[in-house]
C-alpha cells in the first residue's frame, strides 16, 4: 500500500520532469524544425523546379536542372571555375591554420612586444570585412594603390600591374587577402590552445636540449591536434562556402575567373532570380564538399593524439 | 513502458507549439483582411477623413538617386493625407534584401521602389504584387493620369503579360560621359560618326589621355556601347526578331552580322588600348572618381553619375552625357543611348494598406514630384513633364537633351525570347578580358541558341 502510494509520488514527480524536459526541448526541436530541416527540403524540391514566369508558379521538370548542372560542369562554362575555385580553397584554409600555428607559436614565447603583435594579428578579425576588403582595394588599386607605388619606389616597375582586374592575379589576390584577414582568428584559437599545455612538457624538452623544431613537432602539435584536425574539418568544408571575399573584392571578375561555387549560386539566386538551378547547385555542391570532407575527416582521424 | 509516453507527450507539447504558432498567425491574417477591406471601403466611400492612423512602410533601393525624393514625398504625403505616417527604408541593397521578405511574407512594406524589372514579373503573375493596371487611368492629384504622361518606354517596360504591377521610376539614359574640360583644353568636339571616335581616341591615346574607363568590375555598363550598337547595325527589324523571336528565327537571328559588328566594336576599346589600365579591377565608384580625377576623358556611364559622386565632385568640374556615334557601316546612321525604364515602384500583396500605397503612387507620379525628382537627383523620370524654370547643372541638362534630342533604344524582351546570350557566356566579361574573341560568343550562342529556345518553350508551357 505504503509503496504503491510512493510510487505514485515518484510518478509523478517524474511526469513534472518530463514535461519540463519536453517544454524545454520543444522550442529548439521546433527551430532545427523550421530552419534545419524544412529549408534543406525545399532546397530539394526547389532543385526539381524551374520559374514559370508566364504562370507566376514553380514547375515540376524532373532532372533537367540536374542534366543541366552536370553539363555545365563538364562543358566548362563559370560554375566549373567556381567549383574549382572553391576546391582551391580548401589547400588555402589548410595553409592558414599551417601560418597560424606558426605565429602563435611564435608569440606564445616571452620576447617584447609579444601581446602587442598578438592584438596586431587579431585586429582584422574585430574589423568589418567590408571595412578589411575597401582598404585592401586601395592598397591594390592600380593607380593609386601603396603596393604598386612601392614596386615603383623599388625601381620594379615591369611588376606594377592591376592586380584585381587581371586574369593571372585576381584570384591569387583573393586567396592573400583570405590568409591576410583569416589569420588573426584561427590566430587567437591556436594561442589558446597552447596555453593549456603543460609547462613541464616544455621543461623536460629543455632538459633533454630538443630544438625549436623538435620540441614543435614532438610536443607542441601532438599536444594541440584536437584543435588543429577540428579546424582541417572546418576549413575542409568551408571551402564551399567562400562568397564575401570575392563578392567585395573582384565581384568573381576578370570573366568569373575569381568566382567560387558560393557565389556563383550568391548571382544565380539574387542576380537571376533563378532558384531551382542554384538549389541543384547547391545539393550538388553539398555532396562534393561533404564526399572531400569525410575523406578528409577519415584521414584526419588515423593521426594519433597526444593524451594529456 | 514509461518512455513512449514520455515522447508521446513532448510530441503533443511540440504539436500544441506549432499548431499555436499557427492559430496566432491565422488571427493575425485574418485582422490585416479585415483592415484591408475597411480602408477599402473607406477610399471607396470617398471619406479622406479616416481617423485611423496608418503608417505606411515605403522601402527603396537607395542607389545613385539617394533618398531625398522619398524625403520629399514622405512630407508631401504627410501633408495631404494626415492620418499617414510614411515610415522610409532605404538600402543600397534593397534589390537583396526584399527578395526573402516579400516571398516569405515576413515584414513586407505596404510600398516597394527597386530597379531592375526581373523582380516585378517574377512576383506579378505569383500574386506578390498587387495588379495595379486601373491605377493608370486614375487621376493623380493634379489631375494628369499616369497613362497619359509616362513615356512610351516606361509604358512598354512596366507591363507583364498585359498587366501592370508597377509605375515608372527614372528613365535614366546610359551612354559617354566626357570631361569638357580636356575636350576644350585640346580643342576637341564629341564625335558625331564612330569613325571620328576611333580618331580622337587614337588622339588621346598618343597624347597619353587615356580614352575610356568604365566600373569595370560590373561589365554590364558595357551596355551603354553594346544596346545602341545593335540597332545601328541590326535596324529595327533585327531588334523586333531578337526581341519577339519566332521558332524559325532560332538559331539564325545569332548569325546576324549585327552581332558580330557590334561586338567587334566593343572588342576594338579593348584592342587599341583605349580603355584605361586597371579599369577592371574598379568598381563604379572608383573607376567615376578615376574619370573625375582626370585621368580618362570619358566613361560609359548613366545619367545617375553626377548625383552617385557629389561628394566627390571637383570644384568647378564639367562634364557632359552624349549618345553612341553610329559607324559608317551602319544600317541606322544615327546617334542613340540607352533609356531603359527598369526601375519601378508596386505594392506588395500582403500591404494592409493598399489604398494608401496606391494614393501614395499616384503623389510620386505627378509633374510636381517629377520636377522635384530631376531639381533634387539630377535624373529624368520616365514622365512627359516640362523642366522649364528650373536651375539644373549642365550634366542634368545635356541627359535630359539626350532622351529628347536623340533616338534611345530599350529592349523589352517577349517571354518567349531567349536574350542576347542564349549560351550564358558573360559575353561583356568575356570579351574585356580577351578571353573570348567576337566569333566564338557568337559561335557558342549560335549552337547553345536552340536548346535554350527549347528549354524555354517547355519552361513557360509547363504547368
Request: include cysteine; glycine fraction near 10%.
Amino acid at each position: 500500500m505504503g509503496g504503491g502510494g510512493k510510487s505514485g509520488f515518484r510518478n509523478k514527480s517524474k511526469v513534472q520532469r518530463s514535461i519540463f524536459i519536453a517544454v524545454m526541448l520543444a522550442w529548439p526541436l521546433l527551430y532545427f524544425a523550421v530552419f534545419g530541416i524544412y529549408l534543406q527540403v525545399q532546397t530539394v524540391l526547389y532543385s526539381f523546379q524551374r520559374w514559370n514566369y508566364v504562370s507566376g508558379t514553380q514547375v515540376w521538370v524532373g532532372l533537367d536542372n540536374y542534366r543541366q548542372a552536370v553539363k555545365e560542369l563538364i562543358g566548362g562554362s563559370y560554375w566549373r571555375t567556381g567549383m574549382t575555385n572553391a576546391l582551391l580553397f580548401i589547400p588555402v584554409n589548410y595553409a592558414l591554420i599551417a601560418l597560424s600555428i606558426l605565429v602563435a607559436v611564435i608569440l606564445s614565447r616571452k620576447f617584447p612586444f609579444a601581446s602587442f603583435y598578438r592584438i596586431v594579428y587579431f585586429f582584422p578579425t574585430i574589423l568589418s570585412v567590408v571595412v578589411l576588403t575597401m582598404v585592401y582595394q586601395f592598397s591594390l588599386h592600380p593607380t593609386n594603390g601603396i603596393v604598386n607605388g612601392l614596386l615603383g619606389f623599388l625601381g620594379l616597375e615591369d611588376w606594377q600591374r592591376s592586380w584585381l582586374g587581371e586574369r593571372q592575379t585576381a584570384f591569387p589576390a583573393v586567396i592573400v587577402y583570405c590568409l591576410w584577414a583569416g589569420i588573426g582568428f584561427y590566430n587567437v584559437m591556436f594561442t589558446g590552445a597552447l596555453q593549456r599545455i603543460p609547462g613541464e612538457y616544455y621543461e623536460v624538452g629543455k632538459l633533454e636540449g630538443i630544438t625549436f623544431w623538435k620540441e614543435l613537432f614532438s610536443v607542441v602539435l601532438p599536444t594541440i591536434w584536437p584543435t588543429i584536425s577540428t579546424f582541417i574539418i572546418l576549413g575542409t568544408s568551408g571551402a564551399f562556402l567562400v562568397y564575401l571575399q570575392p563578392l567585395l573584392l573582384t565581384n568573381g571578375g576578370p570573366n568569373h575567373s575569381s568566382t567560387t561555387a558560393a557565389l556563383e549560386m550568391f548571382q544565380a539566386v539574387l542576380g537571376a532570380g533563378n532558384y531551382g538551378m542554384a538549389a541543384t547547385f547547391g545539393i550538388l555542391f553539398a555532396v562534393i564538399g561533404s564526399l572531400v570532407t569525410y575523406i578528409v575527416k577519415r584521414v584526419v582521424d588515423r593521426v594519433d593524439t597526444a593524451d594529456y | 513502458m514509461k518512455k513512449p509516453i514520455f515522447s508521446l507527450l513532448a510530441i503533443v507539447l511540440i504539436l500544441g507549439l506549432v499548431l499555436a504558432g499557427c492559430g496566432s498567425k491565422n488571427d493575425a491574417g485574418a485582422a490585416s483582411d479585415s483592415g484591408t477591406s475597411s480602408e477599402a471601403k473607406g477610399a471607396d466611400s470617398g471619406s479622406p477623413d479616416d481617423q485611423k492612423q496608418v503608417t505606411l512602410k515605403v522601402a527603396f533601393f537607395q542607389g545613385g538617386y539617394g533618398d531625398v525624393w522619398f524625403k520629399y514625398l514622405k512630407e508631401q504625403f504627410e501633408a495631404s493625407h494626415k492620418n499617414v505616417t510614411v515610415e522610409l527604408e532605404g538600402s543600397p541593397k534593397m534589390g537583396e534584401i526584399i527578395v526573402p521578405r516579400i516571398e516569405g511574407n515576413t515584414n513586407v512594406p505596404d510600398v516597394v521602389f527597386l530597379n531592375g524589372l526581373d523582380q516585378m514579373k517574377k512576383w506579378g503573375p505569383s500574386g506578390k504584387m498587387v495588379d495595379i493596371t486601373d491605377l493608370y487611368a486614375a487621376p493623380m492629384p493634379d489631375g494628369n493620369t499616369i497613362q497619359d504622361t509616362a513615356t512610351e518606354t516606361a509604358l512598354q517596360s512596366q507591363q507583364w503579360l498585359g498587366k501592370r504591377y508597377s509605375v515608372p521610376w527614372s528613365q535614366s539614359p546610359l551612354g559617354i560621359v566626357y570631361n569638357v574640360d580636356i575636350f576644350e583644353k585640346n580643342g576637341w568636339t564629341y564625335p558625331t560618326t564612330w569613325e571620328e571616335m576611333e580618331k580622337l581616341a587614337n588622339e588621346m591615346k598618343a597624347k597619353g589621355i587615356a580614352p575610356f574607363t568604365y566600373p569595370g568590375i560590373y561589365a554590364g555598363y558595357l551596355s551603354a556601347l553594346v544596346f545602341p550598337a545593335y540597332t545601328q547595325f541590326g535596324g529595327d527589324a533585327f531588334v523586333n526578331k531578337l526581341t519577339n523571336p519566332q521558332e524559325s528565327d532560332i538559331p539564325d537571328l545569332y548569325k546576324d552580322p549585327a552581332f558580330l559588328k557590334t561586338y567587334t566594336q566593343l572588342e576594338s576599346l579593348f584592342k587599341n588600348g583605349w580603355i584605361m589600365k586597371g579599369t577592371q579591377a574598379l568598381d563604379h565608384t572608383a573607376s567615376q572618381m578615376e574619370f573625375l580625377n582626370g585621368k580618362a576623358a570619358m566613361i560609359f556611364n548613366g545619367a545617375w553619375m553626377e548625383n552617385e559622386m557629389k561628394d566627390s565632385l571637383p570644384e568647378g568640374f564639367r562634364m557632359r552625357i552624349m549618345p553612341i556615334p553610329p559607324t559608317s557601316d551602319a544600317k541606322v546612321k544615327e546617334m542613340m543611348a540607352v533609356a531603359d525604364s527598369r526601375d519601378w515602384g508596386g505594392i506588395p500583396s500582403a500591404s494592409k494598406h493598399i489604398d494608401v500605397a496606391k494614393q501614395f503612387l499616384l503623389l510620386a507620379s505627378t509633374e510636381a514630384s517629377n520636377r522635384k525628382f530631376t531639381e533634387l537627383t539630377g535624373a529624368p523620370r520616365a514622365f512627359k513633364y516640362s523642366i522649364d524654370g528650373m536651375s539644373l547643372s549642365d550634366f542634368t541638362k545635356s541627359a535630359i537633351e539626350m532622351l529628347s534630342a536623340y533616338k534611345t533604344v530599350s529592349y523589352i524582351y517577349e517571354p518567349q525570347a531567349i536574350g542576347d546570350g542564349p549560351s550564358g557566356v558573360d559575353f561583356y566579361a568575356a570579351i574585356a578580358s580577351g578571353d573570348m574573341t567576337p566569333q566564338q560568343v557568337i559561335d557558342k550562342n549560335v549552337g547553345a541558341a536552340p536548346d535554350k529556345w527549347k528549354e524555354q518553350q517547355k519552361t513557360i508551357n509547363s504547368k
